[in-house]
């Protein structure tokens, strides 16, 4: 038997016996690799005579060719067994019953924040954040808010040490002083968040949220004060002509100071917002007081403005006729289906009254 011969019959022998990538791989190297049977055979060409190596190279491809040929059938061989194996082990069972998703909701609070954010933002706010524990010094002094002010009282604030130095912030004025502490006038901001107060009923609750707002420039009056409060009236509960009222009221960090108050009547038991002999007080507001100014590090002789408070949970109930507030907090599924509101909503005043 020839060389070729015994390589051919050795070749066919292991071939059959191939079940795997890996044993086809392990003959090609066999075969056709640097030291491989075939290969040694074409090395050897060049030390054979004229007259033999021309038929001995004519063998020794036609048996390359065939092998080659082998191998590569064989491969297919593998590949497709290899598919059927998967099919047959990775199959779906198109009889499984499908899984539900429940779909998220954005609470009304967070709504109407993005709501309010929104309408601020169009007059130039920018949104500022303070931290739930508050120092006294800030919740209080610095907001000139004497030390025998009825709030100041355990009865009222929620203190976190005996000495009274820390504790849950009663309102986000304290954020006004944070912010003017770290910056330098001018300053136009919004202040959402969380305040807390020893109160609960069907409309207090111990944490409730809180919008701040603070500007604080060369020239700004009450006017500015009111006409910003107008404007965001008007956007937010989506109605032109508004019956609102500037109210005289007293706050220690405001002078003057005001509350405002919107018409409103009951019709077919449901609140209407704008119109109406009643009177809903919203925010508190006023021009700030200067001890406020100087505690902050600011000039009063040279900046003025004003500063405004309201209540976030109190506008969402009334924009959205919820009448227990106590419902916000009690993290139930079945009240946020109903008055949450899908991510994707845009939110109303996109359609507001200035566009
Ligand atoms: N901090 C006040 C409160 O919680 C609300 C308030 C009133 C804030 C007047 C202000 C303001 O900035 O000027 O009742």
């Not at 060719?65 to 061989?77: A, G, H, R």
């Not at 305040?195 to 700004?220: N, V």
Request: hydrophobic content about 35%.
């Amino acid at each position: 038997m020839s060389d070729l011969d015994k390589i051919n019959s050795i070749f066919n022998a292991k071939i059959d016996s191939v079940k795997t990538k890996i044993d086809l791989q392990n003959i090609k190297t066999e075969f056709f690799g640097k030291n491989g049977q075939i290969t040694q055979q074409f090395k050897k060409l060049g030390s054979l005579d004229q007259n033999k190596r021309k038929e001995f190279a004519s063998n020794l491809n036609k048996i390359k060719d065939d092998l080659t040929t082998q191998i590569e059938q064989k491969n297919l061989e593998i590949e497709n067994f290899e598919i059927n194996e998967k099919l047959k082990n990775e199959k779906v069972d198109i009889t499984l019953p499908a899984r539900t998703y429940q779909k998220g909701k954005i609470h009304p609070v967070s709504q109407v924040i993005d709501e309010i954010t929104s309408i601020f933002s169009e007059l130039g706010f920018t949104v500022a954040e303070g931290p739930d524990v508050e120092t006294e010094y800030n919740n209080f002094t610095a907001l000139n808010t004497p030390e025998d002010h009825p709030a100041r009282d355990m009865h009222d604030t929620f203190y976190l040490e005996k000495n009274k130095k820390l504790l849950l912030r009663t309102h986000t004025s304290p954020v006004q002083i944070r912010a003017m502490l770290s910056g330098k006038p001018p300053f136009k901001i919004i202040v959402p968040g969380r305040t807390y107060r020893c109160d609960s009923d069907q409309t207090h609750a111990p944490m409730f949220h809180q919008l701040e707002g603070l500007h604080i420039d060369k020239k700004i009056t009450m006017g500015h004060l009111k006409g910003c409060l107008d404007y965001f009236i008007k956007e937010f509960f989506e109605v032109k002509n508004i019956k609102m009222r500037f109210r005289p009221s007293h706050f220690p960090f405001t002078e003057p100071s005001a509350e405002v108050d919107i018409g409103y009547k009951i019709e077919n038991e449901k609140i209407v917002i704008g119109e109406g002999d009643k009177w809903l007080e919203i925010l508190g507001c006023g021009m700030v007081h200067p001890n406020v100014l100087i505690n902050a590090k600011v000039n009063p002789k040279k900046y003025q403005g004003f500063a405004f408070g309201m209540g976030i949970d109190r506008l969402a109930m009334l924009k959205y006729g919820i009448n227990d507030l106590r419902a916000f907090f009690e993290t139930d599924f079945r009240w946020l289906n109903h008055f949450g509101f899908d991510p994707l909503d845009v939110p109303t005043n996109y359609r507001g009254l200035s566009k």
